[in-house]
């Protein structure tokens, strides 16, 4: 009996180890002892993300969606179930209220730098953050973007949640059917590419560390500002006129729908004799798709052919 209750402590302490995870988050290391059991997740690409791994069950709602966008069809059957608990960014309150225990949440996307939202601030409620790995660029150094971004946060999240063998998976399912695509692809030299999100006066564009660059680049285009040490920023004008895009991808979201980003674009004087707009070179990438998450992949090949088939 002594033996046997020497071999159930080592058991039970070998059980406890294996469920303690530590995965990167930006710049921190973040330690789970359990699969969160209520999570919350802001913007409609990071919860996505959340519903194709399956987690639903794991989640008490979701934020940041319906103040700037819309549900389509897919994602109003994901969350029918879940609340919004806010239509913008999350207070504190709105998450300690929600009695949450993870939120995952990017810089611009659910956090500002310096705002009540943060890990540290929720770190004294139990609240656990995991960062979108695009979005670290705000708040230190990082690479230049890639797919591998958004793959990253994938198998983190699998490991987060223990569903490790689903998150590998789909990734290496993403993989392939990327690699299938590029490789049969038939282009020329890198097309000059112009990511337009909004704004008139001056244009908020994706520069050097936000995910358009990477899909610009596997559809075999070039992004104009991949120089820009920026993520989604502003830029001027001037810059976009003088490095003259041979495409121009509208950012379909918000209130100023894709068709009125174009008009204005054209009957612009001073963007009349960008290449792009003189050969009505545009391409339109729905928010969810232009942002880190599950369908990246499909928008790749919708820029492919937008660049190619002309």
Not at 21 to 49: G, H, W, Y
Not at 128 to 155: A, F, Q, R, T, W
Request: aromatic residues 10%.
């Amino acid at each position: 009996m002594k033996r046997l209750g020497i071999s159930l402590a080592f058991s039970l302490i070998a059980s406890t180890a294996l469920a303690d995870v530590t995965v990167q988050s930006c710049d921190r290391q973040v330690t789970f002892d359990a699969p969160p059991k209520a999570a919350i997740s802001n913007d409609v690409n990071l919860t996505e993300m959340m519903l194709v791994l399956g987690l639903r069950d794991h989640m008490v709602g979701y934020t940041g969606i319906s103040g700037w966008k819309t549900l389509d069809e897919k994602m109003r059957e994901g969350v029918a179930e879940l609340p919004e608990l806010s239509e913008k960014y999350p207070t504190k309150e709105v998450l300690i209220g929600a009695d949450a225990d993870f939120y995952f949440a990017g810089w611009n996307y659910g956090m500002r730098v310096g705002g009540e939202v943060t890990p540290e601030t929720l770190e004294p409620f139990g609240i656990k953050v995991y960062e979108l790995s695009e979005s670290c660029i705000h708040i230190g150094e990082k690479p230049k973007v890639s797919m591998d971004d958004m793959y990253n946060d994938l198998l983190n999240l699998g490991r987060i949640f223990q569903v490790e063998d689903r998150a590998e998976a789909l990734v290496e399912g993403y993989k392939a059917e990327l690699a299938e695509f590029t490789g049969s692809l038939e282009t020329g030299e890198p097309l000059d590419v112009f990511a337009y999100d909004s704004g008139e006066d001056t244009p908020f564009t994706a520069g050097r560390y936000a995910m358009p660059t990477a899909m610009i680049e596997a559809a075999g285009g070039r992004n104009i500002l991949d120089d820009f040490e920026k993520s989604w920023a502003k830029i001027d004008w001037e810059t976009v006129v003088d490095r003259n895009p041979d495409v121009v991808i509208i950012v379909n979201y918000g209130n100023v729908t894709a068709e009125e980003k174009m008009d204005f674009m054209r009957n612009s004087p001073a963007l009349a004799d960008i290449d792009a707009v003189k050969n009505d070179r545009f391409v339109v990438l729905e928010y969810v798709e232009a942002t880190p998450g599950p369908r990246n992949i499909e928008a790749v090949k919708k820029l492919a052919n937008g660049f190619w088939s002309n």
